[in-house]
């Protein structure tokens, strides 16, 4: 036989091999499929019946990539995403042809001046400048990778002007004051990994002028190592500020105070996504992680829903005021708002005690977490557009709205949301995911799972590998700084000299109808008062 007859029998004997084993493997899984009880499909149709799971595992990505339209997708849709990255990864905010918003649909607007303030008008530090790293889009052929070049590229970091910096905790031994609006929400160390809270940490300070919350998980050396303003946030589950036993530790707290980047505190009692408690499965909770939430290592933890410390408003403000006064610096309580009435029974209290917070975070029920409940997710708590004026109008009702600093979060994400945040009432914003996306968050939602495939919700050191922090810290305060370029564009265009003059009669509210209203108007829809001057719904 010559060679190439031998090939040829060769060929068909490892087909025929191939096809054998393929029979014997679908032989088996047939009597398997058959005799199992726990899937119907697969007792009725064996073999065949596993195409429908693995095609059921596999929808997410397929609706992401494939069948979602570049609105439809959730929590955040095609575009929403491309935006940050072209941000992140390009410092460029730019689009074209038209907005792909759907104008019939009611939604907020920012009212546009007919004289908007030109460039050199702008009330804005113009000598602060920063060098990041960016990538240049040199062609994008549809079967191969992008060609991409990489830069350095200096520009303004677009800082408040020194006379608008905003001053959190005033009357403070040590108050914090902020040159930008717009920082990092709180994300713990634990929930994300070391390289993704190390390229954030760098990055924000890279860029100047922002801050960095910690979340309930504990003040890390990972958070340290940027060098940006800090807030830390202690939880009901008291980590990092706890003895053995789960007391709260004055010592702990007052040595961490000394620490300079540690700019304030913040209690937290609620956030959006789980308006009550927290969750960390055990197989996060590494050694170093429970060393520092103060926790056993590799047991899963569950903060209360609740401190123990204190279970009513008076209560809260005395434990807020023992912090304050033990540390010399400001501290805030980070709430969900649930009705109007909590926001007036919170500013009835301030007015009355003459104490209080130093900063209110207010969180939309849309806002993220790492693991949470669907029911709590879905449904527990006011969206921040709902929740943000009620907090504003009540203080300012009771006349304590200059003692307090508000920061607002919630799918802030770009900066015509923050405008309309800060029209709303905000000082200040919080972001979370669109940070996670700067540092490779491609949103597979397994945050809570620790198999994020891209290394940022995850401390498996395997799948960490795949987060460069060397390139993806330049991302974070190219997101950073593009976003405040935004928000003084959108000032401008408003007529305004600084987005820190944003105020409620800077946006409309248009209705499916076509109908405008003020807000004005809408706090009237939502409120009303009976003689006494008390709110009823």
């Not at 900063?359 to 949470?372: L, P």
Request: some cysteine.
């Amino acid at each position: 036989m010559d060679v190439v007859s031998i090939l040829i029998v060769i060929g068909f004997v490892v087909i025929a091999l191939i096809l054998l084993i393929l029979l014997a493997v679908g032989i088996r899984l047939f009597f398997e499929d058959r005799s199992q009880r726990q899937h119907p499909v697969l007792r009725n149709y064996p073999v065949l019946g596993r195409v429908r799971y693995f095609l059921e595992n596999i929808g997410a990505e397929l609706r992401q990539y494939l069948f979602n339209n570049d609105r439809e997708g959730k929590p955040f849709s095609r575009n929403d995403y491309a935006h940050i990255v072209k941000k992140a990864k390009y410092k460029r905010d730019v689009m074209g042809f038209g907005s792909q918003r759907d104008f019939e649909e009611a939604g907020y607007y920012v009212r546009n001046s007919m004289f908007p303030k030109l460039s050199e008008e702008l009330k804005m530090d113009r000598k602060t400048k920063q060098t990041t790293g960016r990538y240049l889009l040199i062609k994008e052929p549809l079967f191969s990778q992008r060609e991409e070049e990489w830069e350095q590229d200096e520009s303004p970091v677009y800082l408040l002007d020194e006379e608008d910096t905003i001053v959190i905790g005033e009357n403070c031994r040590y108050p914090f004051k902020a040159r930008g609006q717009i920082g990092m929400s709180a994300m713990s160390y634990g929930s994300l990994g070391d390289r993704a809270i190390t390229a954030l940490s760098e990055g924000l300070g890279i860029a100047k002028g922002t801050w960095m919350n910690t979340g309930e998980g504990g003040l890390s050396d990972y958070h340290l190592k940027g060098g940006c303003d800090l807030i830390m946030q202690i939880g009901p589950g008291m980590f990092g500020v706890r003895d053995k036993e789960g007391n709260f530790n004055w010592d702990e707290l007052l040595e961490k105070s000394k620490i300079p980047q540690l700019k304030a505190f913040e209690v937290k009692l609620a956030q959006g996504a789980k308006t009550r408690g927290g969750h960390v499965d055990g197989e996060k909770v590494t050694e170093e992680i429970a060393r520092i939430r103060m926790v056993e290592p590799y047991e899963s933890i569950d903060s209360p829903n609740r401190f123990p410390e204190f279970a009513d408003i008076p209560s809260l403000f005395d434990f807020i005021s023992k912090i304050r006064e033990h540390t010399g610096k400001p501290v805030g309580m980070k709430i969900v708002v649930g009705s109007h009435f909590e926001a007036e029974d919170l500013a009835k209290h301030m007015k009355e005690l003459n104490t209080g917070p130093d900063f209110i975070t207010i969180d939309g029920s849309e806002g993220g977490t790492g693991a949470s409940y669907q029911e709590l997710a879905d449904s527990v708590g006011l969206p921040i557009r709902s929740a943000l004026p009620l907090v504003d109008y009540e203080l300012k009702k009771y006349g304590v709205r200059d003692k307090v600093k508000i920061f607002a979060a919630g799918k802030l994400f770009s900066p015509d949301r923050v405008a309309i945040a800060l029209s709303m009432g905000a000082d200040l914003v919080n972001v979370a995911r669109g940070f996670m996306i700067t540092v490779g968050c491609i949103q597979t939602l397994q945050c809570h799972a620790n198999s994020c495939p891209v290394g940022v919700a995850t401390t498996d050191p395997d799948l960490q590998r795949a987060l460069v922090v060397d390139e993806k810290k330049y991302r974070t305060a190219n997101y950073v700084i593009t976003m405040r370029k935004g928000l003084f564009r959108i000032a401008a265009a408003a007529g305004l000299d600084s987005p820190v003059h944003f105020g409620k009669e800077n946006i409309v509210y248009k209705d499916d109808k076509g109908k405008t209203w003020s807000l004005d108007d809408i706090y009237e829809s939502m409120i009303q008062h009976d003689g006494k001057g008390s709110a009823n719904a």
